[in-house]
T-cell receptor
Framework: KAGVTQTPRYLIKTRGQQVTLSCSPI?????VSWYQQTPGQGLQFLFE???????NKGNFPGRFSGRQFSNSRSEMNVSTLELGDSALYLC????????????FGDGTRLSIL | AQSVTQLDSQVPVFEEAPVELRCNYS??????LFWYVQYPNQGLQLLLK??????LVKGINGFEAEFNKSQTSFHLRKPSVHISDTAEYFC????????????FGSGTRLLVRP
């Protein structure tokens, strides 16, 4: 059974650009969550989607957005990139969310120049 | 609001020695607790979870953890570590009112020396 797949694995952008990251959950999983990991702030929750609906959102500016498609695949978008957006972005999936264990992908490492 | 504290940023230990990684949480409601491991350039892998029932939880790779409600702790233990256990370990909490998000501790780097 394939795990959570995130693409691309690495990305380099410059300030002011925008970026879209993709996540394919484990087959059958309908809940997808996104996290940002940085050395200074650690792992922080961005948002969670279930059946194409955002159910929860973390404390990030509106430049960070996401969506989920009918096949449960998810994308997150960051507009007007800032140097501080450099991070590892992790996607996690579970069957329905809640207290179920989340299974993580290997992440997309975003570097802002 | 919920929070998770991992008291040790780094734990050095010799191979085949026992280890304990400490985790304390703060929550006014019932919690679900998890330990994840992260190897370099990889995502997080679930080691074990506590949802309910027995307070001693066994996970993969010989790890176990004990939920202590009175001390609000969920410490991770392994009786004998291997070089391959060198990694970053994260404790996380999920609660009924945090609605689908994991709140992570700052992580503990386990460094196993030969």
């Amino acid at each position: 059974k394939a795990g959570v797949t995130q693409t691309p694995r690495y990305l380099i952008k410059t300030r002011g650009q925008q970026v879209t990251l993709s996540c394919s959950p484990i087959s059958g999983h309908r809940s997808v969550s996104w996290y940002q990991q940085t050395p200074g702030q650690g792992l922080q929750f961005l948002f969670e989607y279930f059946s194409e609906t955002q159910r929860n959102k973390g404390n990030f500016p509106g430049r960070f957005s996401g969506r989920q498609f009918s096949n449960s695949r998810s994308e997150m978008n960051v507009s007007t990139l800032e140097l501080g957006d450099s991070a590892l972005y992790l996607c996690a999936s579970s069957f329905t969310g809640g207290n179920q264990p989340q299974h993580f992908g290997d992440g997309t490492r975003l570097s802002i120049l | 609001a919920q929070s998770v504290t991992q008291l040790d940023s780094q734990v050095p230990v010799f191979e085949e020695a026992p280890v304990e990684l400490r985790c304390n949480y703060s929550s006014s409601v019932s919690v679900y607790l998890f330990w994840y491991v992260q190897y370099p350039n990889q995502g997080l892998q679930l080691l074990l979870k506590y949802l309910s029932g027995s307070t001693l939880v066994k996970g993969i790779n010989g790890f176990e953890a004990e939920f202590n409600k009175s001390q609000t702790s969920f410490h991770l233990r392994k009786p004998s570590v291997h070089i391959s256990d060198t990694a970053e370990y994260f404790c996380a909490v999920n609660t009924m009112d945090s609605s689908y998000k994991l709140i992570f501790g700052s992580g503990t780097r386990l460094l196993v020396r030969p």
